[in-house]
Structures are given as structure tokens and as C-alpha cells.
Nanobody, 112 residues
Framework: VQLVESGGDLAQPGGSLQLSCATSGFSFATNDMSWVRQAPGKEREGVAAIDTGDGSTYYLNSVEGRFTISRDNAKTTLYLQMNTLKTEDTGVYYC???????WGQGTQVTVS
């Protein structure tokens, strides 16, 4: 099983980044997927999730309207479009199955 995040970078406040998570080795299409972040000195928090059925999405209140989670089942890839970035969005972003059994290694997002 592999989940490989990419797209993390240094961005200015108000800027945008798109994260990708390329997956393999498990049934991506039948798994609800999520993005989780961990800010320095803080616990991990769920940022966004997308289910397998009708593609319903769920967001942390603080990113609602700024972030968009999406998935491409054919490419077994999860995405997170992040707009209007704020300094408090800084952290390591992980993709993971919602059930938590599979995690990526994380990608660093720094907004400064």
C-alpha cells in the first residue's frame, strides 16, 4: 500500500496550492478519503473528507469555502485545492483513508 503526497510548498498568505495524493495497493474507489493536517505543536486535525458514494464532501469549519477536496478514481488520486491560504494553514498535510488504516508520509505546507 502506498499513499504519496506532493504539492506542498512555501506560499504567501492569500496564495494557492494544490496537493495531490497518488495511491496504490488498495481499493481507492471503495474507500472514503481524507486530508489531515498537523500544525507545529498541535494535534492532527481532519481538514476535508470525500466519500465514495455520491462524492459528498466535508470540511473543517476554518477551511470551508477556501479548500476543495476531490478524487479521481481512475487515477486513484486524491486532491486538495487550497485557496486564500492563511498562516494558520501551515502544517504537514497527510492523505489517509477515513477509517485510518492507510496514511501517506505527509507534505509540508508553509504559509508565510
Amino acid at each position: 500500500v502506498q499513499l504519496v503526497e506532493s504539492g506542498g510548498d512555501l506560499a504567501q498568505p492569500g496564495g494557492s496550492l494544490q496537493l495531490s495524493c497518488a495511491t496504490s495497493g488498495f481499493s481507492f474507489a471503495t474507500n472514503d478519503m481524507s486530508w489531515v493536517r498537523q500544525a507545529p505543536g498541535k494535534e492532527r486535525e481532519g481538514v476535508a473528507a470525500i466519500d465514495t458514494g455520491d462524492g459528498s464532501t466535508y470540511y473543517l469549519n476554518s477551511v470551508e469555502g477556501r479548500f476543495t477536496i476531490s478524487r479521481d478514481n481512475a487515477k486513484t488520486t486524491l486532491y486538495l485545492q487550497m485557496n486564500t491560504l492563511k498562516t494558520e494553514d501551515t502544517g504537514v498535510y497527510y492523505c489517509a483513508t477515513v477509517r485510518g488504516e492507510y496514511w501517506g508520509q505527509g507534505t509540508q505546507v508553509t504559509v508565510s
